[in-house]
């Protein structure tokens, strides 16, 4: 068969972020589920770097889903379809809203593709393709194939990898814990090691939602990797200052960069949120050691929880002041279809159901806050996202001079960091 895989595009220009031109992430399962098809014809579409090929006819269509890119997706699959191909839909969204999906899809992938892709193959040419195929168990990692790469566009400056799946975590908001792959899983290392010494880019950034749930594959893993001399971006938890062993590996493994989910300056909300393996008070601490090691510390701060006032904004600011982040993304609480939250939310009436799919990426209010109006959530954003886009331009080259000149010798990537990364745009300012 003719199979066509496509990541929807993610950004949009003239949201609250302008669309990150250089940061554009691998879609890794568009790539695994290319290897696990051999013995077909592939060709894929990353939305973030191609145009979806309308113009050629495919057998077989297969298209990953997340909320935010449903409607896109959406009228993807209704082309294709009207030009007499099956669509396939897969990801986080149809797991949540399968129901939904066969609105414009043949069939959808509940679950995990790896242990179901193979009975889509098979069923697809003679037209017995089921409306619902349920990954309900959780792929083993020594079954997920290495991803085709030499299919996926390769201009990146940075290649992604992924090392373990699942989180152990159950927070209110994330939509991890209502789906069948939340189970938490680690690839063999030496697998890691071999898959990240064949790629080219100097750069790797880990897509884990939680590689230190296990220390001690994480130690391991750091040992194993520091060879390579490659540079590597990852997601870490607040709580790894309690570790310094771990920082002092991570750095000796090449880690440059981080991405921190602190979340929130409110103690109430952590509570509220269910976050419990955060501590504010913790914080300051936590940067300064990664500081001590030449990491650069991305902090993610959400806003919008039953316990935010409106003095939320000036405290988020004022705190990604003083633990000294290098740049920090502040997202709109997001109630994603199918977590507690949402039902949570659509008990009190409090859903806005008029928003559009494209407004649950994090940058719009698609419901009603308990203390002050959706509007003046999102301008409360926009304003704190002004305040320390100006903070951080200002300081951020200097700790860069001070601290990571190593960066110099890699201008592709500073100058993705430069326009992507560690500027953000408003919308009044995008084009």
Known sequence: ????????????????????ENIKFTPLSLGIIAALSPAHEITVADGDWDEVPYEKNFDLVGITVSTFTSERAYGIADRFRAKGAKVVMGGPHPSLLPEECLAHADAVVVGEAEYVWGDILADAPNGSLKKIYRGDRPTEMKDVPAPRRELLNDNSWMACVQATRGC????????????????YRKRE?????????NIKQKVVFFVDDNLFADPAYAMALFDRLAPLKKLFSLQTPTTIAKD????????????????????????????????????????????ALLHRHKILVTGFLMLGFDTDGKDIFDRTVRMAREIEL??????????????????????????????PRLNF?????????????????????????RELSVYFRNKLPMRVAERFTWLFKHPRMMLAMASGGFKRNIAGGAS
Not at 8 to 16: H, N, R, T
Not at 326 to 355: V, W
Not at 366 to 384: D, H, I
Request: glycine residues 6%; positive net charge; hydrophobic residues 40%.
């Open 168 to 183: 152990p975590n159950k927070c209110l908001y994330c939509y991890l814990p209502e789906v069948p792959w939340h189970a």
């Open 326 to 355: 290098d740049d920090a993304n502040l997202y709109i609480l997001t109630p994603y279809p199918g977590t507690k939250i949402h039902e949570q939310f659509k008990r009190e009436g409090r859903l806005l159901e008029n928003k």
């Open 244 to 287: 310094p062993a771990m920082v002092e590996k991570m750095a000796k493994a090449g880690c440059f960069h981080v991405q921190m989910g602190f979340q929130t300056s409110n103690p109430d909300s952590l509570k509220w949120a269910g976050i419990a393996h955060n501590h504010i008070e913790d914080y300051k601490k936590t940067v």
């Open 189 to 197: 290392i030496d697998s890691v090691y071999a898959e990240i010494k």
């Open 361 to 385: 990426g994090w940058a719009n209010a698609v419901f009603k806050p308990k203390n002050m109006t959706p509007e003046e959530l999102e301008a409360g954003v926009q304003g704190a996202i």
């Open 1 to 20: 068969m003719k199979i066509l895989l496509v990541k929807p595009k993610w950004f949009v220009k003239g949201g609250l972020y302008r669309p990150l």
